[in-house]
Nanobody, 125 residues
Framework: QVHLAESGGGSVQAGGSLRLSCAAS????????MGWFRQAPGKEREGVAS?????????YYADSVKGRFAISRDNAKNTFYLQMNNLKPDDTAVYFC?????????????????WGQGIQVTVSS
């Protein structure tokens, strides 16, 4: 199983930016996808963004973050990122990175089998 470690969380005012990083302990294969999820207090965990590590590097986003968040990867460093711009108070949550293989539904939690411990992002108004 892959060990994942998130970094880069913190507190920011609305309209600000943060970049989350997720370092994986092993190299990904061309069949893997890497995703970001979040869980706000009292809510279920939801998919935010995902990227395919194979050729083309297709990306997928939740409607709530399209145009504001960008997922990227550095395969050589075994690390992927979530750039979050124009943050809103509704983005406040614990953010988790995850990996999975042969994923069909890229923002579905059940598709992913390795998870980071999560990192807090707080956006104040």
């Amino acid at each position: 199983q892959v060990h994942l470690a998130e970094s880069g969380g913190g507190s920011v005012q609305a309209g600000g930016s943060l970049r989350l990083s997720c370092a994986a302990s092993t190299y990904t294969t061309s069949s893997d996808s890497m995703g970001w999820f979040r869980q706000a207090p009292g809510k279920e965990r939801e998919g935010v963004a995902s990227i395919f590590t194979g050729a083309g590097g297709s990306t997928y986003y939740a409607d709530s973050v399209k145009g504001r968040f960008a997922i990227s990867r550095d395969n050589a460093k075994n690390t992927f990122y979530l750039q979050m711009n124009n943050l809103k108070p509704d983005d406040t949550a614990v953010y988790f990175c995850a990996t999975g293989r042969w994923i069909a539904d890229h923002l579905a939690e059940y598709e992913y089998n390795s998870w980071g411990q999560g990192i807090q992002v707080t956006v104040s108004s």
